[in-house]
């Protein structure tokens, strides 16, 4: 099932705990214009590649089921702001909403890798809210081969520079591909999210433990 809800909504799907059977998670797809945001996010959706999909910024829900379990999906498709410097290109509240970041570029474009390559430091850069967000980046259109313009290698090092994962695809070409991407972006997300649990335990134990031995010193 998709359902189309206005970007301008917050959501409310943050929860999700290892023991729960339902995941949920917003991902937020960045990067210039023409790179295949939509296009992806399309061929994720329904499997098919349609060629034309207008300037429409969308946040799509998605449920889906993936080893048994329930996956309530928000993926925003987001618009790249073409009047505006590269440092307001991504907005806090995007940040805000978003468990997880897709950064597309096209192969045969390298202007698009360099908007990844500064979206990844503006993300990395706000301490506040994502410095340790999952991220993967996506250098889409690998059918033309014929026009590349950056080196697969090139995208390879800088994602592994900036801690990020890292594809090639084709939205064109496979749903596969594009599926192992969102798999993959969900799979951090998990890990993420064990991450920072287990960061609270740990935490909580500090404070317990400091608790009884202040009292004993007092
Ligand atoms: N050959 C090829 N064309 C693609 C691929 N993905 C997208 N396109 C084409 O690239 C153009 C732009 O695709 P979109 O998905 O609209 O790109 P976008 O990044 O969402 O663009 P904006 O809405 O401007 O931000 C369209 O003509 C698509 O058909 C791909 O993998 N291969």
């Known amino acids: 099932m998709i359902v189309l809800v206005k970007p301008s909504s917050q959501s409310s799907i943050k929860a999700m705990d290892g023991n729960q059977q339902k995941v949920e998670a917003n991902i937020l797809l960045l990067g210039a214009e023409n790179v295949g945001k939509s296009a992806l996010t399309v061929r994720f959706l329904t499997r098919r590649f349609i060629g034309e999909y207008g300037d429409i910024e969308s946040i799509y829900s998605h449920i889906d089921k993936t080893d048994g379990r329930e996956i309530s999906l928000n993926i925003w498709d987001s618009l790249y702001p073409?009047?505006?410097?590269?440092?307001?290109?991504?907005?806090?509240?995007?940040?805000?909403?978003?468990?997880?970041?897709?950064?597309?570029?096209?192969?045969?474009?390298?202007?698009?890798?360099?908007?990844?390559?500064?979206?990844?430091?503006?993300?990395?850069?706000?301490?506040?809210?994502?410095?340790?967000?999952?991220?993967?980046?996506?250098?889409?259109?690998?059918?033309?081969?014929?026009?590349?313009?950056?080196?697969?290698?090139?995208?390879?090092?800088?994602?592994?520079?900036?801690?990020?994962?890292?594809?090639?695809?084709?939205?064109?070409?496979?749903?596969?591909?594009?599926?192992?991407v969102f798999h993959e972006i969900l799979d951090l997300i998990k890990e993420s999210r064990a991450l920072k649990r287990g960061m609270i335990g740990i935490k909580g134990i500090v404070k317990s433990v400091s608790a009884v031995f202040g009292k004993k010193r007092e």
């Open 82 to 180: 073409q009047s505006c410097e590269s440092t307001e290109s991504i907005s806090d509240r995007q940040l805000h909403w978003a468990d997880g970041v897709i950064l597309v570029y096209s192969i045969c474009d390298r202007s698009s890798f360099q908007v990844v390559q500064q979206q990844v430091q503006l993300i990395r850069q706000n301490r506040k809210m994502s410095s340790s967000i999952p991220i993967i980046i996506v250098g889409n259109k690998r059918d033309l081969l014929h026009q590349r313009a950056v080196p697969s290698e090139e995208g390879q090092l800088f994602a592994r520079s900036a801690d990020c994962g890292f594809f090639e695809t084709s939205a064109a070409e496979t749903y596969h591909g594009v599926l192992l």
